[in-house]
């Protein structure tokens, strides 16, 4: 079975720096998806950025960018330039490659809630 | 365009009641999953519906079933409640061929309180 692991249960930073969350995972599938999401108080998840296994091209999307070590199966994210609406609870997670069943759905980390200091 | 919306937003029961959460999924999607956030922890996958049928199960038990509407609006219905049953329920919805993307829209989620 897939594990994701987020051994950071709290982090911090001061706005306009730069905070990197960590993330692990186990599997043994060699075609997957990975994903951050975003948990404000507002409870909805907002997807932040995604990483298809096979590309080995680290995604970006604006002030957020990710380090993907597939050997390693670790799955940073990394905010640039951090700003107060940042501040939430931040999940990784998997999914399989394969879409159908149970399969198809995410598995997620216990999180790790990011506090934004003025 | 509509987002997915989830009702009720917070609600409490008493231990073996049963309960319906319902979700509305955004505009133009066609499948719905449902997860289950307990205090501190990450969502785990309850199950997905696609076509008005279940399409994949999490580690929960039976009394634990939904269903999916035409319009692909939901219900999660849960029998018999058990104190652990307290949580906030998601309900995230995606066009299945899109499905591989991993673009789930959420809802903000009933907050289920179990006495």
């Known amino acids: 079975a897939q594990t994701v692991t987020q051994s950071q249960p709290e982090m911090s930073v001061q706005e306009a720096e730069t905070v990197t969350l960590s993330c692990t995972y186990d599997t043994s599938e060699s075609d997957y998806y990975l994903f951050w999401y975003k948990q404000p108080p507002s409870r909805q998840m907002i997807l932040v950025i995604r990483?298809?296994?096979?590309?080995?091209q680290n995604a970006t999307e604006n002030r957020f960018s990710v380090n993907f070590q597939k050997a390693a199966k670790s799955f940073s994210l990394k905010i640039s330039d951090s700003q107060l609406g940042d501040a939430a609870m931040y999940f990784c997670a998997y999914r399989s490659g394969q879409w159908g069943g149970s399969q198809g759905n995410l598995i997620f980390g216990k999180g790790t809630k990011l506090s934004v200091k003025p | 365009e509509t987002g997915v919306t989830q009702s009720p937003t917070h609600l409490i029961k008493t231990r073996g009641q049963q309960v319906t959460l319902r979700c509305s999924s955004q505009?133009?999607?066609?499948?719905v999953s449902w997860y289950q956030q307990a205090l501190g922890q990450g969502p785990q996958f309850i199950f997905q519906?696609?076509?008005?049928?279940?399409?994949g199960r999490g580690n929960f038990p039976p009394r634990f079933s939904g269903l999916q509407f035409p319009n692909y609006s939901s219900e999660l219905n849960v029998n018999a409640l058990e104190l652990d049953d307290s949580a906030l329920y998601l309900c995230?919805?995606?066009?299945?061929?899109?499905?591989?993307?991993?673009?789930?829209?959420f809802g903000e989620g009933s907050r289920l309180t179990v006495l």
């Open positions: 519906y696609y076509r008005e049928e279940e399409n």
């Open positions: 505009s133009g999607h066609n499948t």
């Open positions: 995230a919805s995606s066009l299945r061929l899109a499905a591989n993307t991993g673009e789930l829209f």
């Open positions: 990483q298809e296994a096979y590309k080995q």
